[in-house]
């Protein structure tokens, strides 16, 4: 899964909430809410999780981004 939190805690957005193989992706925000309405420039969060098949967590990170328009 990855998400878009606002400075808050907030989310803003889900970007990925599916099963997805392994290797490498890339998954790109377009500044827009879960509503498909714009954001305000600023500090956001991005937090990715990933889980085995049987639904175990085993990977987490949390980082930051600046959304500048």
Same mark, same amino acid.
């Given at each position: %899964?990855?998400?878009?939190? @606002?400075?808050?805690?907030?989310?803003?957005?889900?970007?990925?909430?599916?099963?997805?193989?392994?290797?490498?992706?890339?998954?790109?925000?377009?500044?827009?809410?879960?509503?498909?309405?714009?954001?305000?420039?600023? %500090?956001?969060?991005?937090? %990715?999780?990933?889980? @085995?098949?049987?639904?175990?967590?085993?990977? /987490?990170?949390?980082?930051? %981004? /600046?959304?500048?328009?």
């Amino acid at each position: %899964m990855v998400s878009i939190y @606002n400075e808050t805690g907030q989310l803003v957005r889900t970007l990925v909430d599916n099963e997805m193989t392994t290797g490498q992706h890339s998954v790109r925000w377009n500044g827009r809410n879960q509503s498909g309405r714009g954001v305000a420039a600023g %500090m956001y969060f991005y937090k %990715m999780v990933a889980q @085995n098949t049987n639904g175990e967590v085993v990977f /987490t990170a949390t980082k930051r %981004m /600046t959304l500048v328009k």
